[in-house]
């Protein structure tokens, strides 16, 4: 009875103070003195499952670092990418991050910003083609104007004159110059 006892004493210090290895040896030691005790042999399944339980967590955190890990090198990427204006490359980090945690609100909100910034982008460029295109159409109605002026062909100048107001009404030259 002695030996039963100190070992389910040494065995339950053990298993409270996770020494698992520990305590199934005296949990076995006991069981050897009194083999028909159904203590040990409950505890030996606890350790068992106890043991099972901490693995099965371990792996979980393992694999929840994991995810952390390949989100935030990710969102690192396409944060990276957005900031130097690489668009395309950051879409797809930022989808490469949702896919990896979907329910996050950061990439989805970057993603918006990519298409509002890529719109505005389009749109500027759109309205410095138009400008262009416009700053190109007076020129070239000045040029004709100037010319056909200088050559006295004055009802050609007033049409190109008139053309370069139509392009640019606020211009004070080409009023000035069918003034002239």
Same mark, same amino acid.
């Given at each position: +009875?002695?030996? /039963?006892? !100190?070992?389910?004493?040494?065995?339950?210090?053990?298993?409270?103070?996770?020494?698992?290895? %520990?305590?199934?040896?005296? @949990?076995?030691?006991?069981?050897?003195?009194?083999?028909?005790?159904? /203590?040990?042999?409950?505890?030996?399944?606890? &350790?068992?499952?106890?043991?099972?339980? #901490?693995?099965?967590?371990? +792996?979980?955190?393992?694999?929840?670092?994991?995810?952390?890990?390949? @989100?935030?090198?990710?969102?690192?990427?396409?944060?990276?990418?957005?900031?130097?204006?690489?668009?395309? +490359?950051?879409?797809?980090? @930022?989808?490469? !991050? #949702?896919?990896?945690?979907?329910? %996050?609100?950061?990439?989805?909100?970057? #993603?918006?910003?990519?298409?509002?910034?890529?719109?505005? #982008?389009?749109? *500027?460029? %759109?309205?410095?083609?138009?400008?262009?295109?416009?700053?190109?159409? @007076?020129?070239? !109605? &000045?040029?004709?104007? =100037?010319?056909?002026?200088? =050559?006295?062909?004055?009802? %050609?100048?007033?049409?190109?004159?008139?053309?370069?107001?139509?392009?640019?009404?606020? +211009?004070? /030259?080409?009023?000035? *110059?069918?003034?002239?």
């Amino acid at each position: +009875e002695d030996s /039963y006892n !100190a070992a389910i004493t040494a065995a339950d210090a053990a298993f409270k103070g996770a020494n698992y290895d %520990e305590a199934k040896k005296q @949990y076995n030691v006991a069981l050897g003195v009194k083999p028909k005790e159904k /203590y040990p042999t409950d505890q030996l399944a606890a &350790i068992d499952k106890k043991v099972a339980d #901490l693995a099965a967590k371990a +792996e979980a955190d393992k694999k929840a670092k994991a995810t952390e890990d390949s @989100y935030n090198t990710a969102i690192t990427a396409a944060d990276a990418a957005f900031k130097g204006a690489n668009y395309d +490359e950051a879409k797809k980090q @930022y989808n490469v !991050a #949702l896919g990896v945690k979907p329910k %996050e609100k950061y990439p989805t909100d970057q #993603l918006a910003a990519i298409d509002k910034k890529v719109a505005d #982008l389009a749109a *500027q460029a %759109e309205a410095d083609k138009k400008a262009k295109a416009a700053e190109d159409s @007076y020129n070239a !109605a &000045i040029t004709a104007g =100037d010319e056909a002026f200088k =050559d006295a062909n004055y009802d %050609e100048a007033k049409k190109q004159y008139n053309t370069a107001l139509g392009v640019k009404p606020k +211009e004070k /030259y080409p009023t000035d *110059q069918l003034a002239a």
